[in-house]
């Protein structure tokens, strides 16, 4: 069911973000507590004001009545990933490429897990960074 009302608010709100010439970061679905929040996540290069959030809620909440692809109240919550955003695809990375980012590998490298500097190219696949640091855990292990 989740994922059945993030892929439609994916499709109703691209036509929406493409009009205002914003990007879709991310969709959320979920519960906290009792209450169901659908969050969409927007962002461009010159960065998020509280009136485009406001913009894309208008005319999503407005699409959303008219689908009505929810059965429960919930939550329309729509605002920028902020500094600390993800990088979620190839092309967010290679707009990082020259800023200060922070990397979590699943498995770790050279006995470490986290990872911060510049991120120097993307190619391939394969970062690189200019590392300015790697964190361990409270334990003494790398995290």
Same mark, same amino acid.
């Given at each position: 069911?989740? %994922?059945?009302?993030?892929?439609?608010?994916?499709? $109703?709100?691209?036509?929406?973000?493409?009009?205002?010439?914003?990007?879709?970061?991310?969709?959320?679905?979920?519960?906290?507590?009792?209450?169901?929040?659908?969050?969409?996540?927007?962002?461009?290069?010159?960065?998020?004001? =509280?009136?485009?959030?406001?913009?894309?809620?208008?005319?999503?909440? %407005?699409? $959303?009545?008219?689908?009505?692809?929810?059965? &429960?109240?919930?939550? $329309?919550?729509?605002?920028?990933?902020?500094?600390?955003?993800?990088?979620?695809?190839? %092309?967010?990375?290679?707009?990082?490429?020259?800023?200060? =980012?922070?990397?979590?590998?699943?498995?770790?490298?050279?006995?470490?897990?986290?990872? &911060?500097?510049?991120?120097?190219?993307?190619?391939?696949?394969?970062? %690189?960074?200019?590392?300015?640091?790697?964190?361990?855990?409270?334990?003494?292990?790398?995290?």
């Amino acid at each position: 069911m989740s %994922e059945r009302v993030k892929d439609t608010a994916r499709r $109703l709100v691209q036509p929406i973000l493409e009009d205002l010439g914003l990007e879709l970061v991310e969709v959320e679905y979920k519960k906290e507590g009792k209450n169901w929040f659908l969050r969409v996540y927007i962002d461009s290069p010159k960065g998020i004001a =509280i009136e485009d959030c406001g913009t894309v809620s208008e005319r999503l909440s %407005e699409k $959303l009545d008219e689908q009505d692809p929810v059965n &429960e109240n919930y939550y $329309l919550e729509v605002s920028s990933p902020g500094a600390e955003r993800p990088l979620k695809s190839e %092309e967010d990375i290679k707009r990082a490429v020259g800023k200060y =980012i922070n990397i979590t590998t699943y498995k770790p490298l050279n006995g470490d897990k986290v990872f &911060e500097g510049t991120l120097l190219s993307f190619q391939d696949g394969i970062l %690189e960074i200019s590392q300015k640091k790697s964190r361990k855990s409270q334990n003494g292990n790398s995290l």
